[in-house]
């Protein structure tokens, strides 16, 4: 391939690049930082760079929003004219989980600062292991 | 040959199984001891009623639970199965009668946990015996392993954990390292465990492939204490002496012997051995055990360990039988099972009431004991006779089939194996004896005054030892019942 | 009522654990009722559907009513009628083994805890049942959201063991969401019998290989396959003992099952085994990780920690038996997603009585266990020999398929590993037995060993735990039937 269809790739499909940059983003944040705040944040960049791929996967160029006016059948309606609603909806579920998710984090998150004092992962493995 | 359907196999498995009395009364010693004898008469005489019909050249199944889509777990009682659960049911009742004496002559503690585990153990012993397909062997077979655990461990001190680490060491590493892929690839390669008269792997594999398995068989069947995985058998002499007369001398070591005479016999047949000469090999294998073993027992001065080296070079006597593949060989092998079953258990009797009645040990510290303890040391010496094999004990019948089938066999190498190994068993026998009451009266350990052990400890080892005289006058019901086994699995049917 | 099995076994305990949460304030003496007799509800329900689709056949019912692909499907097969059967039962026998623990543990926040239990159940019942993809995904999450929440209940480093669970389970619910949504992309549904149909026709597409191998890696983080498995010892290890008892038999095993539906459902069975070369790099994780697992196992200190590494290397069992690709090994992987759920919980349930009555589970407190609670010890000695594989026990059973299956395939290393991490979990039982049996040692030669006060626990704990040890018995003697009658049903007749 030539650099010109390199970059006609990652233009054509910049969709699909801006969710794989934020989920190894959020990957990166859940791995190497060491307080846990930033890593429930990275987590939550790996949950919202999933959202955004299903989002992204459902518009269409020039569809209109999926409301269909009253006097129209169903039948009558061109799927190539709406954007898909599907993932939209799936995605609503999605969020959901996440911010269910990151509630229960968080409080666990309050409960180990009450325990340990601090939230940095090392200082709670040195106070572990002279326990 | 005619087959029956009864569930008298399985009654004879659940009468040992009495374990619900025996702790329900663990607070009252004779009721407790009570419901064990109970048990094994009631054992003894379900096997024993088997017996004519099996005489008769029938077999008795029962198939208890399809437990695998084409494997049952499936009872058999041919007569091979019958010698050995006849032999194993009998000694069972003498060795209540010796355990009663003995537990409560040395004041053991937990003695319901003992009696509780001892009817399990005979319970799964009958189990192999009637076992009608390698998987229902195996199941037994373990349930024993386990089951025996606690007895040899029972002092509950570090030695016992020494040595019953060594026990499950080798007997599960054999079982389920050896025994277990073995039997899976014989499945494999067959897709049935049935036990049949002429094997069922002829034609299914290549020599290689069938040497291999040959091997793990006999090795894995650690219990057979064929060398080198016998040295789990003189650590397990920890266990009270009942534990070591019954289950060491017969129970779970004949176990051993005769899973591998099974496998032999039923699962590779004597004709696939015979023309792949795989009988040399295993026969190769018992001779060295039997050589070295009873040199190992020259040097012992403990009584039960040289007693336990005697009982792995017995073993494999019955390993080599079933490998020299002759009919008078088979014969013999399958006899020896009962003849050194009998002897054997005198010898741990008398050292049993050697140790309730004087605290001793070991050979060097038995001088003159013949004049404290004549009738104990009276049934050692025939019990030693018949484990050497001499006349008049059962022990010449079988060794003399031995003999007769190393000659039919034509391997002169083997039968010269039997006759130096009984020289080296009287070599270790007869000093005891001999020590015992020929010594000057200077050498003399013991004051010259009668004094035996407890009275259940003394008539056990005197029945046993009567026993072993009898079966040389009258070996009918085990000589018949093994030539009728070696007619069976010669296929004379 | 009983054509609505598929949705009230879900549904109830979904709504019984609202309801509980609200009775916490109004009635709490009725929340403990009220969750045993829901989750008896639900064991009757799957009981119910086994029994149907046994005599009957495999059925689907329409949430709502609407007709896949634009509704849910919740298809009940042989498959997942076993496995939801057996999920029940280990639900309800849980709750009565540990309520009392339960009690003790969590004083006044008890009732939460049921609620919990409930919604944990519910999540799992419907990953079990559910015949739609995404759906699969949000059950799963409140599978997972509430066993963190209960997990983080527990005591001193709970919350921290939790939180890296959710870290972990997160990845790894992520990984299967994004796993869908490639498949959503080129196939533009959702529904499993849907997908099925679709995907045969694309086969050379390498988002659909892409979609597999992302979804698969994000089970494996589920189930704790080595080397994905670093969030589940301390999950289990810190979590009080009622929860642990709960997530170790379910949450592992159900993400096998969810393994074994994708790729034989959900994929066509020549695409999972035959188009794409993953079968034999599985297979290999699987025996990488039953060795890993089970040497980590002889270097833990305490007995619930150890068992989790088992429990680690059970996993590597399942997916190495499934991955095997024949009848026999597949046979043997679904057997064990029963019979390992049985056995762990059989193991975890006397942890869970020998900790709560000796206030210690380190392999010291256990000293003199035999005598002080023998009961406790007897059950743990059966979960022990069927992790070891004795028969009749039914870990025997598996192993026995397992281990032909790999014979049958030509995996020697398969076999190799079945049969050391036998003897492995000979040794690591046997060490522990040893110590209850043994210590503290009797003085001398012939000497009683020392009295030690009599410290068994209540009956009511100890006869759930004792029918659970028997069941083991019972669902050895059972294997054959299982696999006549359900198991061969439930693998398509593709697979040889």
């Keep these: 391939m030539t650099a010109a269809g390199y970059i006609n790739l990652i233009i054509a499909k910049y969709n699909y690049w801006i969710y794989i940059v934020l989920m190894c983003v959020g990957l990166w944040g859940m791995i190497v930082k060491r307080n846990l705040v930033k890593k429930i944040i990275g987590m939550n960049i790996l949950q919202t760079a999933i959202i955004l791929f299903y989002v992204s996967i459902a518009t269409k160029k020039g569809a209109a929003l999926p409301i269909l006016a009253h006097h129209i059948g169903a039948h009558r309606t061109d799927p190539a004219t709406i954007i898909n609603p599907l993932p939209h909806v799936l995605m609503l579920t999605a969020i959901v989980v996440s911010v269910a998710t990151l509630g229960v984090a968080l409080a666990l998150t309050i409960n180990i600062y009450k325990r340990y004092g601090t939230l940095e992962e090392d200082e709670i493995h040195d106070l572990m292991r002279n326990a | 040959m005619n087959t029956l359907i009864t569930v008298k196999p399985l009654l004879a498995i659940l009468a040992a199984l009495c374990l619900p009395p025996i702790l329900a009364s663990s607070r009252s010693p004779n009721a407790r001891e009570a419901w064990t004898f109970g048990a094994a008469l009631t054992m003894f005489g379900v096997i024993a009623s088997m017996l004519p019909a099996v005489w008769g050249g029938a077999r008795l199944e029962y198939t208890l639970v399809q437990v695998l889509p084409t494997v049952s777990i499936a009872f058999r009682v041919d007569a091979l199965g019958l010698l050995f659960a006849l032999v194993s049911s009998s000694l069972w009742i003498v060795t209540s009668l010796y355990s009663v004496g003995y537990m409560r002559g040395l004041k053991e503690h937990a003695q319901t946990r003992f009696f509780s585990f001892f009817a399990f153990s005979l319970a799964a012993t009958v189990g192999v015996a009637f076992s009608a397909n390698l998987l229902t062997l195996y199941l037994f077979y373990e349930m024993l392993s386990f089951a025996t655990y ?173 490998a020299l593949l002759s009919p008078s060989a088979l014969t013999g092998a399958m006899l020896h099972i009962a003849m050194h079953a009998f002897g054997k258990i005198t010898l741990f009797f008398c050292a049993g009431a050697i140790f309730v009645a004087t605290g001793k040990k070991f050979i060097s510290e038995m001088k003159g004991i013949g004049w404290r303890m004549p009738l104990t040391m009276s049934a050692f010496f025939i019990g030693a006779l018949s484990v050497i094999g001499l006349p008049p004990c059962g022990g010449f019948i079988s060794k003399w089939h031995l003999v007769i089938g190393a000659l039919e066999a034509d391997r002169i190498v083997f039968l010269w194996v039997i006759l130096v190994s009984s020289i080296l068993n009287a070599a270790y026998f007869l000093p005891i004896v001999y020590q015992a009451f020929f010594c000057s009266p200077e050498e003399a350990l013991f004051e010259r005054r009668v004094q035996e052990a407890p009275r259940w400890c003394v008539v056990p080892p005197l029945v046993t030892a009567a026993a072993s005289v009898a079966l040389f006058f009258y070996p009918q019901p085990f000589l018949q019942l093994a030539r009728l086994a070696t007619r069976h699995v010669l296929g004379g049917f | ?159 921290l063991a939790s939180l890296n669970y959710i870290f972990m389970g997160t990845i790894g619910a992520s990984f299967y969401l994004l796993g869908v949504g490639y498949l959503y992309l080129v196939t533009g549904t959702l529904n499993m019998a849907d997908l099925a149909m679709i995907l045969p026709r694309l086969y050379g597409n390498k988002v659909v290989t892409a979609a ?174 069927s992790m070891i594989g004795v028969p009749p026990t039914c870990g025997f ?12 395939a030509g995996q020697w290393a398969f076999v190799g590993a079945l049969i050391f991490s036998s003897l492995i979990n000979a040794v690591l039982f046997f060490r522990i037995f040893e110590i209850g049996f043994f210590e503290p040692f009797a003085a001398s030669d012939h000497g009683h060993p020392p009295d030690l006060a009599y410290a068994e626990a209540p009956a009511t704990v100890i006869a759930p735990m004792l029918v659970t040890a028997a069941g083991l018995v019972v669902l050895g003697l059972l294997t054959g039937r299982i696999v006549t009658r359900i198991i061969d049903a439930a693998i398509p007749a593709a697979i040889l």
């Design chain 2, 150 to 322: 606690p007895l040899v461990t029972h002092h509950q001190d570090r030695e016992a954990r020494a040595s019953g680490r060594k026990y499950l060491l080798y007997i599960l590493g054999g079982s389920i390292g050896l025994v277990l892929p073995a039997m899976l690839i014989v499945y494999h390669l067959t897709g049935t465990l049935e036990f049949s008269a002429g094997g069922i792997l002829a034609g299914k594999a290549g020599a290689a492939q069938l040497t291999a398995l040959l091997v793990m068989f006999v090795f894995g069947f650690a219990k057979a204490a064929v060398m080198p995985f016998h040295s789990w058998l003189p650590a397990a002499m920890v266990a009270p002496t009942p534990v070591s007369a019954l289950l060491h001398a017969v129970a779970v070591v004949k176990v051993g012997v005769f899973s591998v005479v099974r496998v032999v016999t039923g699962i590779f047949g004597t004709g696939l051995l015979t023309e792949l000469n795989l009988g040399t090999l295993v026969a190769t294998i018992a001779s060295v055990t039997i050589v070295a073993a009873s040199l190992i027992a020259l040097s012992q001065d403990g009584l039960k360990r040289r007693l336990a080296f005697s009982t792995i070079g017995q073993l494999s006597y019955i390993v080599l039988g079933a």
């Design chain 3, 1 to 159: 009522m009983s054509a609505h099995f598929p949705a009230l076994i879900v549904v109830s305990p979904l709504m019984a654990a609202m309801v509980v949460a609200i009775l916490a304030w109004v009635r709490p003496g009725a929340c403990l009722p009220l969750a045993v007799v829901t989750l008896a509800g639900s064991l009757w329900a799957a009981a119910g559907m086994l029994w149907r689709v046994v005599v009957s056949g495999p059925f689907a019912y329409h949430l709502g009513n609407w007709p896949p692909p634009i509704g849910i499907a919740y298809q009940i097969d042989h498959l997942n009628a076993l496995v939801l059967t057996a999920m029940a039962a280990v639900a309800l026998v849980n709750l009565l083994a540990t309520w009392r623990h339960a009690r003790r543990d969590f004083a006044e926040r008890v009732n939460y805890f049921y609620a919990l239990y409930l919604l944990f159940c519910a999540g799992t019942y419907g990953i079990i049942v559910t015949g739609d993809a995404f759906n699969l995904f949000v059950l799963l999450e409140i599978t997972s959201i509430s066993g963190y929440a209960l997990v983080g209940m527990g005591k001193r480093d709970a919350a």
């Design chain 3, 212 to 385: 597999f191998i992302i979804a698969m890696t994000g089970l494996f983080m589920k189930m704790a396959l080595f080397p994905l498995h670093g969030w589940l010892p301390n999950a289990y290890s810190e979590s009080s003992s009622p929860v642990r008892s709960l997530i170790a038999p379910l949450t592992t095993k159900t993400m096998v099952y969810v393994m074994v539906r994708v790729a034989l459902y959900v994929f066509p069975v020549d695409f999972s085994f035959g188009h794409l070369a993953f079968a034999q790099p599985a297979v290999w994780l699987a025996v990488t990780s039953i060795v890993a697992a089970s040497l980590m196992a002889l270097s833990q200190t305490s007995l619930k920690r150890m068992l989790a590494y088992v429990l680690i290397a059970e996993v590597g069992y399942m997916v190495g038996g499934f991955w095997l690709g024949n009848r026999m090994g597949m046979t043997g992987a679904i057997l064990h997603i029963v019979n390992d759920a049985a056995m762990t919980l059989c193991a975890f349930l006397a942890v869970g009585s020998l900790r709560q009555q000796l206030a210690d589970d380190s392999f010291k407190a256990l000293r003199g266990a035999f005598r002080r609670m023998p009961w406790t010890m007897a059950v743990l000695v059966v979960a022990g020999l």
């Design chain 3, 397 to 408: 059973f598996s192993k026995w398929y397992l281990i032909g299956g790999a014979l049958a």
